[in-house]
């Protein structure tokens, strides 16, 4: 057994957990086959995972689908026992689920809702300063505070059912917070939401974050919420931890090349660009190509020099390159950035 490295919020050492899924074949043939003899296999999960997260830190959780993130934030929160590996969440053993570690931890996941659907959001506000045995004046003070930051003025009293997707995502996340958490584990919130309600729920999560010190787990399909919120990342594919380590170097790592993009006075054809780079893609006065990492100053300059050239810019490629990238590698091994 190791020790937990003192002070973690999150201490996670060769986590695993494996499912056993039965299995049936199709047909009525087949329904009396596992009747009479059950079929089942063990499904991987997560296999080996291990990292720590200092209080306060706020960290993307990425992968494809299927990956085991949602496995690990329920292993997390005490909801799913682990099959092994070792856990501790705020200094506790979340499967234990000890009413001082469920104070001190909150799980929000965006399909999944918690509100009270035929009563207004404020009674399940109610019903949750009950359970986390809120007293009145902290209790008017976060939700004078959550009102404010996350707009609840006027949607509080409206029935939970007749409320936007965007609003019930907004008292969702009030409802879950309500107690002040310290460690959060955020599955999705952003899902399903548009443009504008995506970015209010980002400022809520920063404002908490900052305000309470919180330390935030948080997997989103989109990478706007990962970059605009965490710094670290890290990335789990088939169980495994893949990456660990910083967003600029999880970019870095894709090595798929920059993206330069041109402005062109005079029109220039794909194939007169092709010897510049790759990915040539050309329409009308614009153009971009893609350009290998260590190429990129002299072949700006190439650029410059040879085609009249009115701007230039030179950008990473997209997150979602960069992870596609990541999840088609062969190698296994965590890689620490
Ligand atoms: N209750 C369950 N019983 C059997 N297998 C399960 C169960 N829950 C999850 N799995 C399997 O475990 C693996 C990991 O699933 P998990 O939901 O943790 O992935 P995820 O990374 O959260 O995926 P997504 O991004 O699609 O939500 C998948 O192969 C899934 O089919």
Known sequence: MTTPTPDAAVHVRDLRKSYTVHEKEPGFLGSLRSFVRRQS?????????SFDLAPGEVVGFLGPNGAGKTTTLKMLSGLLHPSGGELRVAGFEPRRREADFLRRITLVMGQKQQLIWDLPALDSFLVNQAIYEIPDPQYRATMHEFTEVLGLEGILK????????????????????????????????????????????????????????ATVILTSHYMADVTALARRILVIDQGQLVFDGDLARLVERGGGGKTVRLQLRRPVTAEALAGYGSDVKVDGLSAELTVPRAEVSPRAARLLADLDVADLTVEDPPIEAVMAELFGRKDREVVRG
Not at 182 to 199: K, S
């Open 41 to 49: 296999r063990e499904v991987e999960a997560v296999r080996g995972v």
């Open 158 to 213: 409206k029935q939970v059912r007749k409320l936007s997707l965007g609003e019930r995502m907004k008292c969702e996340l009030a409802a879950a917070l309500l107690h002040r958490p310290r460690v959060l584990f955020l599955d999705e919130p952003t899902i399903g939401l548009d443009v504008n309600m995506q970015e209010a729920v980002r400022a809520f999560i920063r404002d908490y974050n900052e305000r309470y010190g």
